[in-house]
């Protein structure tokens, strides 16, 4: 599959994930929420193990940031379900969707990624619509 069908099915499946986080909210509590959408992620993460025969490579540096991403997106995600249950989902959504803009920083100061006019343009624009979506 291309890249560019694979980041329209990754679009896709992440307006669907937080669409479904909002409405969950209707229903229950973030922390119901955040324990029922991890039993779902052990049901995909069952079918990706069998896929690959139960063989997974290992590498202590690979691994120990996998798993603080791991950590850092559950916590970003219980963030994301309070947000939820206090705003509007278009809002906080759009907010939320920002966050390259941590990356980018975090790239710039520890992997001395370098940045052409038209993305500081980019991360200029996206400043602005913070600054126009936040109250």
Do not use: C, H, Q
């Amino acid at each position: 599959m291309s890249w560019i069908i694979l980041t329209f099915l990754a679009f896709l499946f992440w307006g669907l994930w937080a669409f479904f986080e909002k409405v969950g909210t209707k229903y229950l509590d973030p922390a119901s929420i955040l324990i029922y959408e991890t039993l779902g992620i052990i049901v995909v993460t069952l079918f990706l193990l069998i896929s690959v025969k139960f063989k997974v490579p290992f590498n202590s540096r690979g691994a120990f940031f996998a798993f603080a991403s791991g950590i850092v997106a559950t916590i970003a995600t219980i963030f994301f379900l309070f947000a939820l249950t206090k705003g509007k989902v278009s809002v906080v959504v759009l907010l939320t969707s920002l966050y390259p803009l941590v990356t980018i920083i975090l790239s710039i100061l520890f992997l001395k990624e370098k940045l052409d006019f038209r993305e500081v343009a980019g991360i200029m624009f996206a400043l602005i619509a913070i600054g126009l979506l936040a109250k």
